[in-house]
């Protein structure tokens, strides 16, 4: 039972450049959550999603995209990269919202760099 | 709208001495409560939780935290750290609006602790 994984753990790019970034689950939840976190800013949610097919715009969803064609997967794309997104990505998934079933469980996360 | 504040961005603490991490929140329902600890290059996990019940909830590694309802308020407490205490430590709530769970993180408290 590996959890929540992502792929890559480290990531430069250069300014216009796109990438996706990977998030699986074995835990067969059906939320999922993408958060970037920056010094002094905490958890800033980006998109989720409420089940396969789904998706929903978070707090900065601004130069992102997702989706989610499979349950066990999550992924977020940059498609031109910028500085302002040099960040600490994070994965997330939980069972449900209800708070009996909110407990959200993190991914190791991605470091970007966006030179 | 809900909140979640975390006043202390760094706690310095020697070891074996105690510590409180201070969290309140900002709610006009009723809410859920979560502190979540993420240790260094790594993901976040949840500690303690308050969903009902006895006010005052417990981790299996001695911290514990008291709801309390009239000083919106949520702290986190343990009276003796260790060095493998040192971690960020964020604070979260779960409340339902407009027909669903919103769940927020503080901006999180940076405890380090001292030989």
């Known amino acids: 039972n590996a959890g929540v994984t992502q792929t890559p753990k480290f990531r430069v790019l250069k300014t216009g450049q796109s990438m996706t970034l990977l998030c699986a689950q074995d835990m067969n939840h059906e939320y999922m959550y993408w958060y970037r976190q920056d010094p002094g800013m905490g958890l800033r949610l980006i998109h989720y999603?409420?089940?396969?097919?789904?998706?929903a715009k978070g707090e900065v969803p601004d130069g992102y995209n997702v989706s989610r064609l499979k349950k066990q997967n999550f992924l977020l794309g940059l498609e031109s990269a910028a500085p302002s997104q040099t960040s600490v990505y994070f994965c997330?998934?939980?069972?449900?919202?209800?708070?009996?079933?909110?407990?959200?469980?993190f991914g190791p996360g991605t470091r970007l760099t966006v030179l | 709208a809900q909140s979640v504040t975390q006043l202390d961005s760094q706690v310095p603490v020697f070891e074996e001495a105690p510590v409180e991490l201070r969290c309140n929140y900002s709610s006009s329902v009723s809410v859920y409560l979560f502190w979540y600890v993420q240790y260094p290059n790594q993901g976040l996990q949840l500690l303690l939780k308050?969903?009902?019940?006895?006010?005052l909830v417990e981790s299996i590694n001695g911290f514990e935290a008291e709801f309390n309802k009239s000083q919106t308020s949520f702290h986190l407490r343990k009276p003796s750290v260790h060095i493998s205490d040192t971690a960020e430590y964020f604070c979260a709530v779960s409340t339902k609006g407009s027909g669903t769970y919103k769940y927020i993180f503080g901006t999180g408290t940076r405890l380090k602790v001292l030989a």
């Open positions: 997330a998934s939980s069972l449900g919202l209800a708070p009996a079933y909110n407990e959200q469980f």
């Open positions: 999603s409420v089940g396969e097919g789904t998706t």
């Open positions: 308050y969903l009902s019940g006895s006010t």
